[in-house]
């Protein structure tokens, strides 16, 4: 996608990723298009990597103005990326294969949640099997308000949030193939196939021009999440590339915890206290004015159940419950092996992004909420940044 939003006209390159992404159907130019700026690149280097072992990494380099783009990618990665941009898919049974689990009959909860006008590109290049789970949506990950903008709206029809997210990705691509394309910024793209936890050890797989080996801002998702690499890990593991503060005081190292909370406080037994539920549920109430229809919500079958569900984490004690994931994962301490401080008050992104902002009655109040428990969220996503010590 980064090689046809560098060199195909912004319009053309933004449509022809999306369909790239999203879409069980291609037309033949885009097809063209495809094999001119991609697959011909991937088959030469695959000529190349002929007679190599299969885990041998292979770069691939393409400059286009202050733009440069660098995929290294072991033997087999290589063969298996030209594999699938030459895969021909027998369109009627991996139809077949999408229907048999988005439209499953035991999953009527789960209806088909598809980007308009596209399908998905998610299809194994072996079997041609579905490899999305019945629940996915396109909406995850993206921020609502973002999305469903006035200008948004009036390209669609009035509820179709979809088609407001096409719109939204589409110009969210033109903007970013045009900022590459006129020299806007200078930008290198280094990508790479591998564990999160080998990726620092690969010999100058992290170092950017004129850095000296280390960087200003490395990001990791939420692989410190304790279901993956760990906090500890990942401050040693990513922590020493970070450049000191004498040389960048606002160098940081952010990390995402998606489970935590979930997690910690289910151990806690929050859950099943009483008192705690019931102060929780009345929280629920006050924001939706008490118009929740009780009968409906104690109705496992109605969609009321699960949206009343979503706000009871909504409104959860996440604060308290993150203290104590931190102290029985001994974040301090991590920190101190890492030679790392966790900051105070966040200064890249928001340390609580999806939390209620507005208190029940206050304006605005419920539409946030209807808004939250609507998306994806649950409240409990939390950034945490941390910087060298001085």
Not at 33 to 60: F, G, H, M, P
Not at 302 to 312: D, E, K, N, Q, T
């Amino acid at each position: 996608m980064l090689l046809m939003m560098a060199q195909l006209p912004p319009s053309e390159a933004a449509e022809l990723v999306i369909h790239t992404w999203y879409s069980a159907r291609i037309t033949e130019a885009m097809r063209a298009a495809i094999n001119e700026y991609v697959t011909k690149a991937v088959e030469d280097v695959v000529r190349k990597v002929k007679d190599k072992s299969n885990d041998a990494l292979q770069s691939k380099n393409w400059v286009f103005g202050k733009t440069e783009i660098t995929i290294r990618l072991s033997k087999q990665q290589w063969n298996t990326v030209y594999d699938i941009l030459n895969f021909k898919h027998e369109l009627k049974r991996s139809e077949e294969q999408r229907r048999a689990v988005a439209l499953a009959p035991e999953r009527r909860d789960y209806r088909e949640r598809v980007l308009a006008p596209f399908g998905t590109t998610l299809f194994d290049h072996k079997t041609s099997g579905w490899l999305q789970k019945d629940s996915a949506s396109p909406l995850e990950g993206w921020s609502l308000p973002s999305v469903s903008t006035p200008e948004n709206v009036t390209l669609t029809a009035k509820e179709d949030i979809n088609g407001q997210l096409y719109f939204h990705v589409r110009n969210s691509l033109e903007k970013f193939c045009n900022r590459i394309q006129k020299g806007l910024v200078k930008a290198r793209f280094v990508v790479y196939c591998v564990d999160a936890a080998v990726l620092p050890k690969i010999p100058n797989a992290l170092v950017s021009q004129n850095s000296n080996g280390k960087l200003d801002r490395i990001e990791v998702s939420n692989i410190a999440d304790e279901a993956y690499l760990g906090i500890r890990k990942v401050l040693i593991l990513y922590g020493h590339l970070l450049k000191p503060p004498d040389v960048n005081r606002h160098a940081c190292l952010i990390t995402l915890f998606l489970n935590a909370c979930k997690i910690t406080g289910m151990m806690m037994g929050n859950d099943r206290n009483e008192l705690v539920a019931r102060a929780r549920q009345r929280q629920v109430f006050k924001y939706k004015r008490n118009t929740f229809d009780l009968r409906k919500v104690s109705d496992f079958r109605s969609p009321l159940m699960y949206r009343f569900l979503a706000g009871m984490s909504l409104v959860r004690d996440h604060d308290m419950i993150f203290q104590t994931y931190m102290d029985s994962c001994g974040f301090l301490p991590a920190a101190d092996q890492a030679g790392l401080k966790m900051k105070k008050k966040n200064t890249v992104v928001e340390a609580w992004p999806m939390r209620l902002k507005k208190r029940p009655g206050e304006n605005g109040a419920e539409d946030e909420f209807d808004r939250l428990t609507a998306s994806s969220c649950s409240g409990a996503e939390h950034y945490v940044e941390w910087t060298g010590r001085e």
